[in-house]
């Protein structure tokens, strides 16, 4: 079945920039069927969506974050990845990785809710 | 973007029927039928309990139910029971491809 697995630094110092990556088993990053997103959660607070990808390379940005968020999607290995630049302490939150079916909603196919999470990684921004 | 209005707590006893609202605006909630709730046990990734407004997930128990008016949404946990003690999200799908999620609400079985 479809399991999603992130992996990423732990510690990352103010300023710099913060990348994860998602590895994914039991369906291909490839898929027409999937959309594949990051969501966030800071310590004791609720969750944040960050951002979503499709194979093709369409991206969606969460507008508060757009500026320093770049997704991509790496279909030979199966992964996908958030690079989150000029982080600060705001930015400590476990990170979650999460697919989403392909829906139809008025006239156009879009991501759907997240269906599958990863366990979620930690990401700690201190220097 | 916003983040969708949830109580922060519901409480109720074993047995019982709860509901959790959701309330965000025209553009979100209002607009299209991608709302979608999580629950969340402490230390856990989020588990999708119902999709499309109205749709559970394969293994969800269908003492979970959710159901929107206009621009708000609400889950509903029929029966409720120790397990079901956990936090809850709302999340509704506002154009764009974007998402937007709720403040979440925390459960307390009685």
């Known amino acids: 079945q479809l399991q999603l697995q992130e992996s990423g630094p732990g510690l990352v110092k103010p300023s710099e920039t913060l990348s994860l990556t998602c590895t994914v088993s039991?369906?291909?990053?490839?898929?027409?069927?999937?959309?594949w997103g990051w969501i966030r959660q800071p310590p004791g607070r609720g969750l944040e969506w960050i951002a979503t990808i499709y194979y093709s390379g369409i991206t969606y940005y969460n507008p508060s974050l757009e500026t320093r968020v770049t997704i991509s999607v790496d279909t030979s290995r199966n992964q996908f990845s958030l690079k989150l630049s000029s982080v600060t302490a705001a930015d400590t939150a476990v990170y979650y990785c999460?697919?989403?079916?392909?829906?139809?909603?008025?006239?156009?196919?879009?991501?759907?809710?997240?269906?599958?999470w990863g366990q979620g990684t930690m990401a700690i921004v201190s220097s | 973007q916003s983040a969708l209005t949830q109580p922060a707590s519901v409480s109720g006893s074993p047995g019982q029927s709860i509901t959790i609202s959701c309330t965000g605006t025209?553009?979100?909630?209002?607009?299209?039928?991608?709302v979608s709730w999580y629950q969340q046990h402490p230390g856990k990734a989020p588990k999708l309990m119902i999709f499309?407004?109205?749709e559970r997930p394969s293994g969800v128990s269908d003492r979970f139910s959710g159901s929107k008016s206009r621009n708000t949404a609400s889950l509903t946990i029929s029966g409720l029971q120790a397990e079901d003690e956990s936090d809850y999200y709302c999340?509704?799908?506002?154009?764009?491809?974007?998402?937007?999620f709720g403040s979440g609400t925390k459960v307390t079985v009685l």
């Open positions: 025209s553009s979100d909630v209002g607009s299209y039928n991608l």
């Open positions: 499309e407004g109205s």
């Open positions: 999460a697919s989403q079916k392909e829906t139809y909603s008025g006239n156009d196919w879009v991501p759907g809710g997240f269906d599958i």
């Open positions: 039991g369906a291909f990053t490839s898929s027409s069927r999937y959309y």
């Open positions: 999340c509704a799908y506002a154009g764009s491809g974007t998402y937007v």
